[in-house]
């Protein structure tokens, strides 16, 4: 079945359906990760968004039920321009568009995604619908309503409904604030060994801190950091108790709006495992995996937090420490997965802070 997407300008591309058919809203961003499609469609930060991929053939290596970040798929929709339908690979259970179908989720082979992500590149990401195309009440419907659908903040439909545990029970304690958590990077906290309790993104502050956690990490999450009006506030009080704190992506927004500082929407975000990240302390750069729209705003650096990585595409920050408490947050994904594992040992970083006391975000 013929399918187009209506971006919110009015833009159309055209291609084919592919999973399930239906109209589908959502903010269109493109992804340059060569691989890696399972775990991005199911890492709860692209909930709300259709993704572009801009490696022109998707699917090659099937589906595999293992390689995903959360339960059930939750990008809105996915545009490709080839879909492979003869997947190969040992650990394959089917194709790609089989596992669309079963979780119904849209999305459109055949569209010209240079010319997509260019154009988005140019103008910025925007909200986009998918429709069926002959359709002629849909497309008007497409056309006009765009303009004033808004997005509800997501991260309350991906946060665990209720705290829970993990890891081993002799190790340090921690607590991991959930909202929107990748699998990855509870699986990089387990292999540390600590004994983990995560809990649902609205959870007060004192009901953390009365559990004394070694450490807290606040996760990845979808939206814009700037919605969470209640979370920040209960940010402050987390890092008031001096636990050692490290923020990854939503989390290291968070931790600057907390100190005080500001985030900024980029054009069009950085999404894909090859994302040149430079250490401003060693000077190495590393190649990471990223997903995120919006950034700490340079030109407001908290107090007391010093930039530590700088994107090398376009200068943007990608960490921070903090001079005089136990902070530190990255804005990439060093779980890597998908991409590549250079950034792994800032879970070690964090390791290391819970261990001794004493040690500052900034080494
Ligand atoms: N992966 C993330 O945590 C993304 C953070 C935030 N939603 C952004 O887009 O910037």
Partial sequence: MKAKLV????KTYQGEFIGREKEVLGEVVFNTGMNGYQELMTDPSYTNQIVVMTYPEIGNYGFNGE??????????????????????NYRSLGGLEE??????????????????TRYIRAKGSMRGRILPQWDPANREKGETENRTIKMENPVDSVTTKRSYALGEASGVPIAVMDFGIKKGILKE??????????????????????????????????????????????????????TPIMGICLGHQLLNLAYGGDTIKLPFGHRGGN?????????KVRITSQNHSYTVDAQKVPKNMKVTHINLNDGSV??????????????????????????????????GMTEKSGVMGCL
């Fill in 318 to 351: 990608e960490g921070l420490c903090h001079q005089t408490d136990p902070v530190f947050s990255v804005q990439y994904h060093p779980e890597a997965s998908p991409g590549p594992m250079d950034s792994q040992e800032l879970f070690d970083q964090f390791y």
């Fill in 67 to 88: 390689d995903v970040e959360s339960k059930a798929p939750k990008v809105q929709a996915l545009i490709v321009k080839e879909l492979c339908t003869h997947p190969s």
């Fill in 275 to 283: 994302h040149p990240v430079k250490d401003l302390e060693t000077g």
């Fill in 7 to 10: 971006l919110e300008d009015g």
């Fill in 189 to 242: 906290l387990v292999k540390r060994g600590f004994r983990i309790t995560v809990y649902p993104a609205r959870t007060q502050a004192q009901e953390i801190l009365s559990k004394r956690p070694g450490g807290i990490l606040l996760s990845n999450g979808p939206g814009n950091p700037k919605d969470l009006v209640d979370v920040i506030p209960e940010m402050k009080k987390l890092i008031d108790s001096k």
């Fill in 99 to 116: 596992y669309m179908d079963n979780h119904r989720i849209a999305g459109i082979k055949g569209v010209d995604t240079r010319s997509l």
